[in-house]
């Protein structure tokens, strides 16, 4: 009976110690979950956020970034600031919202490229070139024969993407002289603009607002030198040839003493350049003659009696 009494009595003691120790257990507290955007692989800086590269998943509540986005919408066709690594809570912090500025990269237009020229006071209008402008690029060449140099207009109604290292006007209208224009130009038009900068000089010509298509048909040196009183283009390659002072005559850097011209004698009939070639019967024109002193050229037409007209 004592043993039997003793047995009862554990097994009574351990049933209440257990039921005891169930009933002041704590009750499980529920989970509470909430919904946070990441991304399915990892995302390069400066990518464009698209359906395909993210996901939703559910993660516990204190598991979940303050900043961490929670909804699709909010972020689709944002670009990232930096890169966001495979199942990484996607932060709107790393992200660029509408309203900040990525940099030159996004004022770039889809299809076009940004190429810099160097552009001076005279280049760039003064300095009253400004982003946003837009401007028609003219280049001047040397040209070839009687022709003499070019300009001609090879770039029509560009777009100033930045001017030096701005790409807004800070400067309230006032004008700045910088030292380089960044231009939004076509892939092909890119190419015109870096083989004109090789063969000639640049020169910006700022267009006014709602300008019409007005681009120049280009213009040589002749063109202009004919409508000048007494001067007429040299008959011949040879003729214009043996006019020029020849650039070996003198040593490098001097200039000739005088006019390299003299004036016909009126007794001589041999050198005088007559009206009609007594060959062929047609009328010849007045010989030309270039004259250099130093850096100033002159042109010179000799006239039938033997005159000199300047």
């Known amino acids: 009976m004592l043993v039997l009494a003793i047995a009862f009595g554990l097994i009574a003691a351990v049933s209440v110690y257990i039921y005891l120790g169930k009933t002041m257990e704590p009750a499980p507290t529920p989970i509470t979950t909430v919904t946070v955007v990441a991304a399915k692989s990892a995302i390069p ?4 956020i698209t359906q395909d590269l993210i996901y939703v998943k559910e993660v516990p509540e204190e598991a979940a970034h303050p900043k961490a ?5 909010d972020i689709l066709g944002l670009i990232t600031k930096y890169e966001i690594l495979e199942g990484e809570q996607i932060l709107i912090d790393r992200l660029y919202s509408d309203e900040e500025k990525i940099g030159l990269v996004a004022a770039v237009p889809r299809d076009m ?8 006071e005279v280049v760039g209008v003064a300095g009253f070139v400004k982003p946003g402008d837009r401007v028609d690029i003219i280049v001047t060449a040397s040209g070839v024969g009687e022709t003499g140099d070019v300009a001609f207009t090879v770039l029509e109604d560009i777009q100033v993407l930045a001017v030096a290292q701005e790409t807004e006007d800070k400067t309230q209208g006032k004008a700045k002289v910088s ?3 960044t231009l939004a130009v076509s892939p092909s038009d890119a190419e015109k603009l870096v083989l004109a900068e090789r063969i000639g000089k640049l020169r910006l010509a700022l267009r006014p607002l709602f300008a019409t298509a007005t681009k120049g048909q280009g213009i040589a040196e002749y063109d202009i030198l004919r409508e000048v009183k007494g001067w007429s283009p040299p008959r011949s390659g040879a003729s214009s040839a043996s006019a020029r002072p020849s650039a070996s005559s003198s040593s490098p850097g001097v200039p000739p003493s005088g006019p390299a011209v003299t004036p016909l004698s009126k007794g001589s009939t041999s050198s005088r350049p007559s009206g ?4 062929s019967g047609i009328e010849a024109a007045p010989a030309i003659v270039e004259v250099i002193r130093g850096t100033q050229t002159t042109y010179v037409t000799l006239i039938e009696d033997g005159e000199v007209a300047q």
């Open 276 to 279: 009609t070639d007594s060959a």
């Open 69 to 73: 986005v929670r909804n699709v919408k």
């Open 179 to 181: 030292t380089s224009v």
């Open 45 to 48: 800086p400066r990518t464009k």
């Open 113 to 120: 490229r940004a190429v810099a020229v160097p552009v001076d």
